[in-house]
C-alpha cells in the first residue's frame, strides 16, 4: 500500500473516531409472550417415525402470514405448524395478539403445514388465508372471509 492510501485511511479513522458518533439507541425490544399474547411454537421433535431422513423438509419449517383480516388497520398474524395445530392472532393494538383459532374454525385438518399466504382469492375485498400442506392427510385449504365474528372455511 503506498503512502497516500495509508495516509488517507488514517485520516479517515481519526475523523470517524472524534465526530462524535455514538451507538443508536436500541431499535428494538424483546417482548414476552405475556406481554403480547403470541403462544405459538412450531416445536419439531424428531423420532424413528418422523425425522430428516423421511421427509427432507422436516426442519424447513411452515411460515407466518401478516394481513389486517378485520380491516381495523391493524396486522394480524397467521402461524402454520409443522407438527403442532396452526394458529391465528387477531391484532388488538399496542402490539397485545389475542389468539381465536378455535373461535375462527382453523382445524388440525391433518398433515405438515408447508406454508401461508394471506391474498384476496375470491377478489371479495378481504383477504383470505391460504395454507399449503403436505404428508398423509395433507390437502391444502383455504380460509375465506374473515370478519370480527365469523370465519367461513372452504
Known sequence: MDKTCTLFLVCMGVML???GFTQPAELFQLKSAEDCGITFNN????????????????YAGAG?????????????????????????????GD???????????????????TGVTMADINN???LDIYVCKS?????????VGYTKTSITNS
Open 17 to 19: 473516531s472524534s465526530s
Open 43 to 58: 416445536r419439531i421433535v424428531d423420532d424413528k417415525e418422523a425425522n430428516l431422513l423421511i421427509y427432507d423438509g422436516f
Open 64 to 92: 407466518v402470514a401478516i394481513g389486517d383480516l378485520n380491516g381495523d388497520g391493524l396486522q394480524d398474524l397467521y402461524f402454520a405448524g409443522n407438527q403442532v395445530h396452526d394458529q391465528l392472532y387477531i391484532n388488538e
Open 95 to 113: 402490539l397485545k395478539f389475542s389468539e381465536v383459532s378455535e373461535k375462527a374454525g382453523i382445524k388440525n385438518r391433518g398433515g405438515w403445514s
Open 124 to 126: 371479495d375485498g378481504k
Open 135 to 143: 404428508l398423509i392427510g395433507g390437502i391444502p385449504y383455504l380460509v
